[in-house]
């Protein structure tokens, strides 16, 4: 059976609530499609002892301000699910879990939504799939070879599974340096960067990190000189794990191997040492698998944007992957101006 909305968001975390709230303000009649069973987007799948970078009240989605987690001034993984499993209730937005969503095809004046549990018409879509479903593994020479245990970030839970392992932990960003420095005291830990490691300075933390990609925006916007926001002060925030590691000397990290053998890593100069795993904390790329039938792909997979919303289709927006679509986007209070842009818009096209 097939059944008709306005617009059908695709993904239910922050990014699909953020805009599912402005599209209920504006009285926009919508349905947010989401993959996961429960609430709480890819923060329920995320390591054991990861946290914010930014206090709750600098970490809410539009609205609603998250709550202080007693004990902690930065939430973890778990406050943030409950977070948003509450104000998916709050704003009692048209959300429907477990239902994933495998194309979206053109029909003229509409796209039709192809899911496991049915047909959706619609005169709009957003897509706010994320990027936690395809972590990124580069093409390095001896991957195959290597008889060790090999996973990504998105397989990472805590320290105690490698107590006692020699572990190469390869990526110079935050969760290369947060997961390097879990593992310390429980494992012989090898940390592995493309450069060196470039901190933050250790009062910056989300706050700071919002506010310098609000200002590139608006530098941008004028037509001034570009002043490289976020990357212009550093790769990783210096969260106390990070910070205390760092300063304890256990987070030297080595520059890039040249390859994999089947006992470890191996450097251009000769150089080896032997693993037991390797943690690839090497990024993710947008979930965007749903939109292939549209035929919007670019130059490396890339689909090119104005703000949110597809250059080549005004019924088709993006929300929650980066820059791409909007500065900080995809953090929790990042994504709030994204999705009223993005809400406005469609507005503007239904009319």
């Known amino acids: 059976m097939t059944q008709h909305t306005d617009v059908v968001v695709v993904g239910g975390g922050q990014a699909g609530l953020a805009v599912g709230y402005h599209l209920r303000r504006l009285g926009i009649e919508h349905l947010i499609l989401d993959a996961q069973t429960a609430a709480g987007g890819a923060w329920q799948h995320t390591w054991d002892s990861l946290r914010l970078f930014s206090p709750a009240a600098y970490s809410s989605l539009p609205g609603r301000l998250m709550p202080g987690q007693e004990g902690h001034l930065y939430p973890d993984a778990g406050h943030v699910v409950a977070y948003l499993a509450d104000y998916e209730k709050r704003?009692?937005?048209?959300?429907?879990?477990?239902?994933?969503?495998?194309?979206?095809?053109?029909?003229?004046?509409?796209?039709?939504?192809?899911?496991?549990?049915?047909?959706?018409?619609?005169?709009?879509?957003?897509?706010?799939?994320?990027?936690?479903?395809?972590?990124?593994v580069p093409a390095v020479e001896g991957r195959q070879e290597f008889t060790g245990r090999q996973l990504h970030t998105v397989h990472y839970k805590n320290p105690a599974e490698f107590a006692g392992q020699r572990v190469v932990v390869v990526g110079g960003g935050n969760s290369g340096a947060q997961i390097a420095a879990d593992l310390t005291g429980q494992a012989a830990v090898t940390w592995v960067t493309q450069r060196p490691p470039r901190y933050l300075a250790d009062d910056i933390d989300g706050r700071a990190l919002f506010d310098a990609a609000t200002a590139r925006r608006k530098t941008l916007d004028e037509g001034r000189t570009d002043t490289g926001g976020v990357a212009s002060l550093g790769d990783i925030v210096a969260v106390p794990p990070v910070r205390a590691a760092r300063d304890a000397g256990l987070l030297a990290a080595r520059p890039m191997f040249a390859r994999l053998t089947a006992r470890?890593?191996?450097?251009?100069?000769?150089?080896?040492?032997?693993?037991?795993?390797?943690?690839?904390?090497?990024?993710?790329?947008?979930?965007?698998?749903?939109?292939?039938?549209?035929?919007?792909?670019?130059?490396?997979?890339?689909?090119?944007?104005?703000?949110?919303?597809?250059?080549?289709?005004?019924?088709?927006?993006?929300?929650?992957?980066?820059?791409?679509?909007?500065?900080?986007?995809?953090?929790?209070?990042?994504?709030?101006?994204?999705?009223?842009?993005?809400?406005?818009?469609?507005?503007?096209?239904?009319?």
């Open 91 to 136: 704003y009692e937005l048209p959300i429907q879990h477990g239902v994933w969503v495998d194309a979206v095809h053109d029909e003229g004046t509409l796209l039709r939504v192809e899911t496991d549990s049915g047909t959706w018409r619609a005169r709009a879509v957003v897509s706010a799939t994320g990027t936690w479903t395809r972590p990124f």
């Open 264 to 351: 470890g890593a191996e450097w251009a100069d000769g150089i080896r040492q032997d693993a037991d795993a390797v943690i690839w904390t090497t990024g993710f790329r947008p979930a965007l698998a749903h939109l292939a039938g549209l035929r919007l792909r670019g130059t490396r997979g890339h689909i090119a944007t104005t703000g949110t919303r597809a250059s080549e289709d005004p019924r088709l927006h993006f929300l929650g992957y980066g820059d791409w679509t909007g500065p900080a986007s995809a953090t929790l209070i990042g994504v709030g101006r994204t999705a009223r842009e993005a809400a406005r818009e469609i507005r503007t096209l239904l009319s």
